[in-house]
DNA sequence: TCTTGAGCTTCCAGTGACTGGAAGCCCTAT
DNA sequence: ATAGGGCTTCCAGTCACTGGAAGCTCAAGA
């Protein structure tokens, strides 16, 4: 397989298909003319990594997850290790974004959004005391 | 007031306080021995920036935000506009990680977590129909 | 006065995970 | 023979910093 088809078939972009060789996620082998020439294992590697991106585990993340995947002498307690991990890291950005949409609408409640300057948001950013 | 004081007060690091300066968010003074030299206003612009980034705005944000805090005929129409697509960018990240979030603790608990290699979580990563 | 150490300066490079673009080779069809 | 689309590599840019090196300045102590 070339790459288009891969990356078709993968739904991850040749640029992206690229990088990961670059970093060492994918090896594929290499035709006479040049090309690189996918095996259905390197599909199914980029689909793994695909699926991994997707739920947010970093790449580091996912190079240690092909990692596991690939070794029959894992123990499913380092997959979970991982996944709780990103797991925890996922809530607090959650914790993170909700503090902000709390303050941030109460902000923009505030705010008549009309012609005249007077402004709460931009009073609030300034620091003036409510 | 030299850097170090300015970093204390305002809570921003020096490094990050000579990139502001760099990307002309701020432009503080010079001293004669070629020292930033900032006054109250600086400082006051760099809280300002500092409280709009923990809100998680964007830097083009804070410089859009700045320019209408400073400019007297802003109408508080244009700053809500910024704040409320600010928000509508949150929710939307708060939506995406919340899904992430579902899913990986769906795996997470379907997981043993034992010494035995088997484990759902690589299983679902590889695409296997449950 | 000399030295020491903290604080300041600039510039360069790296982060994460791609993404865009340029220059140029390869393959197939007309 | 040529046109096009797909493939190749390499370089640069994204975002918002952050670390580090080399070197200047300043205040305090021996």
Redesign the interface.
Known sequence: MNIGEVAERSGIPPKTIRYYEDIGLVRPQRSGNGYRAFRETDL?KL??LG??R???FSIEDCRN?LG??E???????Q???V??E??TA??E??AQ??T??E???H??KS?????????P??S????DKS
Chains 1, 2 share one sequence.
């Not at 029959?72 to 307690?77: K, L, M, Y």
């Not at 705010?111 to 402004?119: E, M, V």
């Open positions: 199914h689909a793994f699926r991994a997707a739920l947010g997850l596991l995947y070794d029959e002498n894992r123990e499913s307690a997959v979970k290790a996944a709780e990103h797991l996922i809530d950005k959650i974004l909700q902000m949409r303050t941030l609408s902000l923009v705010c008549h959004g009309d012609a005249r300057p007077n402004c948001i931009l609030d950013l300034a620091g």
